[in-house]
């Protein structure tokens, strides 16, 4: 699947998703906040507006459309497949953690289940490629690349289960 | 009846209500709308009548100068260098053949007409600015902007905007400043210094201008970019340079800041009520006798620049790999003359010989109402027309 990315000077971006067929889907998020949705039918037609939402129910929509309210494919949590056998998923560090106050290198938690951190979601602030002095805090979110099972692993692990 | 500047600005105000509201309905673009609002409730058309009608005054040029800095530091705040040094070859390609092609075209005009250097130059820079917010507005009614088209016209409204910031910069040390050529040369100097300064903190200052715009609450980071706007504006003209320019580039500055968006939103609104007192003002200051005397001109103008932007957009069309349809849309496009052009005249208006505070500024309009009108509808209908020229 390819997207296509442009920048449109004094209104906003446009992104064009290439759908299974000859045809294209278009994303015009406007400055103001409004999305635009168009169909290209195929490469020579002209857009066809399909419908604008606000920034506000845009949101809404996209997380519906995420799965975040209803996973319709067997998963646990929110998670983004990267091939048939790898995945990113996000973990949160609870506060009783026994992960918590050491560094990535002393927790080990690549060589205890396989997963991979990738980047600490941190108040707000993302770190990303965390070394391996990083220090784990307690309500960090992890994002971790890994396999289903490598990725159950990790859950009980920073659960301490 | 002489009435209080309150009463004026209300009445101002609900004529370019009015004029928009019209506008919406027969589907064209505000532009004209508010600059016919202006002429019908200015000294030549009510007054004339003896009816109460605005008049022209310090309040509203001053709020239409707002509108001119609101228009420019928007310019500024959506230009981006990256974005242009990212796709530089077509943008280039296509802004020169648009320049090239259009802006001789209102020098030559300027120059059978027997006008001075000067006043041809600034025909030529009339005649060849699109409107940005014209057409820009008419992409996103007509959907355009999910198509191919909108990029080549996008570009070129970009390499246009680069163009004009220098242009205005020249030709205002040109107008603003003396008589003879030694002065002009000070002038410029002294506004290419300014301006050089002003660029400096844009491309380094980002710090800087991060600090002066970062309000605690939207109040007063509203507060902050509109003071920072006007007085850098304002202390240009002081010191005689053009004060859209420096708009220009303190728009710039606070659009490498990470501040960009928020004081996007903020400002919109402002810009788009001083932006309408600006083309109200535009016509309350046309006087429709020097008007009708630039008819002709404007007459030629028209039949000469229409083909030139259709030309030139089309060619650009070309350049970024259109077919024959979209690169005439392209060419449709872009024919529409707004806001810069008026801008322009706005500054011609400031000079010293009769052809730039009367002629040029009337024709503008005139040129102006004609080409914002005409585009809009060659838009509409640029389909129609490509297959009546016999374009596959």
């Known amino acids: 699947m390819a997207v296509y990315e442009s920048d449109l000077p004094g209104v906003g971006k446009k992104f064009e998703v290439d759908l299974d067929d000859e045809s294209r889907l278009v994303v015009v998020i406007h400055n103001t906040g409004k999305r635009e949705l168009f169909i290209r039918p195929d490469p020579d037609a002209d857009s066809e507006k399909l419908f604008e939402l606000s920034d506000k129910l845009a949101r809404q929509v996209g997380t519906i459309m995420e799965g975040a309210y209803f996973q319709p494919i067997k998963t646990d949590d929110i998670e983004t497949v990267l091939s048939e056998e790898s995945l990113i998923e996000w973990v949160k560090v609870p506060a009783e953690s026994p ?17 991979s951190v990738v980047a600490i979601q941190r108040d707000g602030e993302t770190i990303t490629n965390p070394g391996p002095d990083t220090t784990l805090m307690p309500e960090d979110t ?18 301490g289960e | 009846m002489a009435a209080t500047p309150l009463v004026e600005v209300g009445a101002l105000f609900a004529a370019v209500a009015v004029g928009g509201a019209v506008a919406t309905r027969v589907g064209q673009s505000v532009i004209p709308f508010y600059v016919l609002a202006g002429v019908l409730v200015g000294p030549d058309v009510l007054g004339r009548v003896g009816a109460p009608h605005v008049a022209p005054g310090d309040v509203i040029t001053v709020l239409a100068e707002l509108g001119i800095v609101f228009l420019l530091f928007f310019l500024g705040l959506e230009f981006s260098i990256d974005r242009l040094l990212a796709s530089r070859d077509r943008i280039t390609a296509a802004g020169t053949i648009d320049l090239v092609i259009n802006f001789p075209v209102g020098v030559a005009v300027g120059l059978v007409l027997g006008w001075s250097a000067v006043e041809a130059l600034f025909l030529g820079g009339i005649v060849y600015i699109s409107s940005s917010a014209v057409i820009t507005k008419s992409l996103i009614d007509l959907g355009w902007i999910a198509n191919d088209e909108s990029d080549p016209m996008l570009g070129t409204l970009v390499f246009e905007d680069l163009v004009i ?17 030694s002065a002009v040369a ?16 844009a491309r380094y200052g980002t710090g800087l201008v991060e600090r002066l715009v970062d309000g605690d609450t939207q109040e007063l980071q ?21 004060e859209a320019v420096a708009a220009f580039f303190v728009g710039m500055a606070v659009g490498s800041t990470e501040h960009s968006d928020d004081v996007e939103h903020l400002l919109m609104p402002v810009r788009d009520l001083f932006a309408a007192v600006f083309f109200f003002w535009i016509g309350l200051e046309t006087n429709l006798a020097a008007m009708a005397a630039t008819a002709g001109i404007v007459a030629v103008l028209v039949v000469l620049t229409t083909p030139t932007k259709l030309v ?16 005439f849309r392209v060419g449709a496009g872009m024919v529409t003359r707004g806001e810069f052009s008026l801008v322009i005249a706005t500054l011609a ?30 838009m509409t209908y640029s389909d129609v027309v490509w297959r009546r020229i016999g374009g596959a």
Do not use: C, K, N, Q
Request: hydrophobic share 50%.
């Open chain 2, 165 to 181: 910031a220098v242009y205005l910069t020249v030709m205002s040390a040109a107008v603003l400043g003396g008589g003879d050529s």
């Open chain 2, 349 to 378: 208006a400031s000079g010293a010989t009769p052809i730039l505070r009367e002629t040029i500024p009337s024709l503008a309009v005139g040129y102006v109402l004609v080409m914002s009108v005409l585009g809009t509808t060659l």
């Open chain 2, 312 to 327: 030139s957009g089309y060619l650009g069309g070309r350049r970024y790999g259109l077919d024959g349809r979209r690169s």
């Open chain 2, 186 to 201: 000070v002038d410029l100097a002294v506004a290419t210094g300014f301006l050089l300064a002003l660029f400096a903190v």
């Open chain 1, 142 to 159: 992890l994002v971790a690349v890994g396999s289903r099972e490598e990725h159950d692993e990790l859950e009980s692990f920073v659960a």
């Open chain 2, 222 to 242: 509203l507060l902050r970019a509109v003071a920072l706007t006007v007085l850098v504006g304002g202390i240009a003209l002081e010191i005689g340079v053009s």
């Open chain 1, 99 to 115: 992960v918590a106050g050491e560094t990535l290198e002393d927790a080990g938690i690549r060589e205890e289940t396989g997963a």
